[in-house]
């Protein structure tokens, strides 16, 4: 993998994201409602009460004004105050990007062991009850929508067996917990998203691994004579694993949307709450922050899945 074609990926990402930020602005200001709505519905708040709020966040500005003072702001770093509170948006999201990124980091751990186990379990066991199994428990589990699955982890584990917090990042009045107490609060919304990449992952992994492990350079590796391990780690794995290097960065940003999920449901302290509370109040700022940061991880992670491709395979390096 060149440096040349890295540089070429990262100079198309600018105006992908220009394009999404001119769409998502747009459609948001033209949205019926407006994040002054809600000040409507007050008795107390006058007609002229409501256009001092407009003219104070730059609402009576024309909409291509009010994005190039947006987008001037947001290259410096600078993604403007809350409607809601008037905080900066930038700290708002700093202060919750640890525990999203917690989340995110245990669910792709516990996606990336289980999905390789079950997957290459599948694929050289094919056909057997725990292949079967496999199956039949993917397929469930990509069947089931996330937030039910959260809810009926909450019932069964929390309130009828109590082993597990219902929701939360630390116990009430511990003070900080620590660190088991933060695991503990970790493990129902780390579960819940990882089992859902893990059902995807295992099928990708063991398809991956029965198309490779019945090419013919595979049995020619074999009739040579090579022990099983060396084929194996040699042949099977280091190709198969090429697909699934492709689907990591794909799947990023539907895992941080996942995440964003997992947190509503749990209470989880992380950017899903912090959306959520955005998009009841119309709070166009912290949206829009949000709207970008997705849509770098798409374009990013899909940077990030050909460079890994190139890496592992040179042959895809040779030809970008």
Known sequence: MNLDYAFRRLLQMAPLLLGISVLGFSMMHLAPGGPTALYTLNPNVTAED???IKEAWGLNDPLHVQYL??????????????FRGGAEVRDLIVERVPATLQLMGTAYLVAVVLGFVIGALGAFRQ?????????????????????WFGLMVIFVFSERLGWIPSGGTQTLGSGGGGLLDRLHHLVAPASVLGLVLTAQWSRYFRTSLLETKNQEYVRTAHAKGLAEPTVLRRHILRNAVLPVIA???????????????AESIF???????????ALTYR????????????AFLVVFGNMLADIALGLADPRIGARS
């Open 50 to 52: 409501i256009e001092r």
């Open 69 to 82: 003072r947006w987008a001037g702001n947001m290259i410096s770093g600078d993604f403007g105050n809350s």
């Open 283 to 294: 709070d166009y700022p912290i949206l829009m922050a949000m709207l970008m940061i997705t």
């Open 127 to 147: 056909y057997s009850v725990f292949d079967y199994l496999a199956t039949t428990g993917a397929l469930v589990t990509l069947s089931i929508p996330t937030f």
């Open 267 to 277: 209470g989880w302290a992380g950017m899903g709450r912090l959306f959520l509370d």
């Open 247 to 261: 689907l990591a960065g794909v799947q990023l940003p539907a895992v941080f949307s996942g995440a964003l999920v």
